[in-house]
Nanobody, 117 residues
Framework: QVQVVESGGGLVQPGGSLRLSCVASGSIVSIWAMGWYRRAPGKEREMVADASSDGTTNYANSVKGRFTVSRDNAANTVYLQMSSLKPEDTAVYYC???????????WGKGTLVTVSS
């Protein structure tokens, strides 16, 4: 009943920029937070950035100053604007949607970002 779909991944050169999008649809009661995790090759999944309904945002230290997370609440959409990309940013990026009323978290299937020359 709930679907979370990411888009915007691809190949980009070091120092370049990329914008990811995530759209949630279906029987979601009330979204509190939407955001992004990533899993790099050989590494554990880590939180990248998220945004709450009150406008609060959080970022991993490794991406502060380079990434920006934003939301379109009416469209149940979250974005991740990535700039000054580094090879270590290469990962599959996963979108999460937190429905506080239902007490559930939903995940997308991921979109691959590759930063390489």
């Amino acid at each position: 009943q709930v679907q979370v779909v990411e888009s915007g991944g691809g190949l980009v050169q070091p120092g370049g920029s990329l914008r990811l999008s995530c759209v949630a649809s279906g029987s979601i009661v009330s979204i509190w937070a939407m955001g992004w995790y990533r899993r790099a090759p050989g590494k554990e999944r880590e939180m990248v950035a998220d945004a709450s309904s009150d406008g609060t945002t959080n970022y991993a230290n490794s991406v502060k100053g380079r990434f920006t997370v934003s939301r379109d609440n009416a469209a149940n959409t979250v974005y991740l604007q990535m700039s000054s990309l580094k090879p270590e940013d290469t990962a599959v990026y996963y979108c999460h949607v937190d429905d506080w009323f239902a007490g559930k978290t939903y995940w997308g299937k991921g979109t691959l970002v590759t930063v390489s020359s």
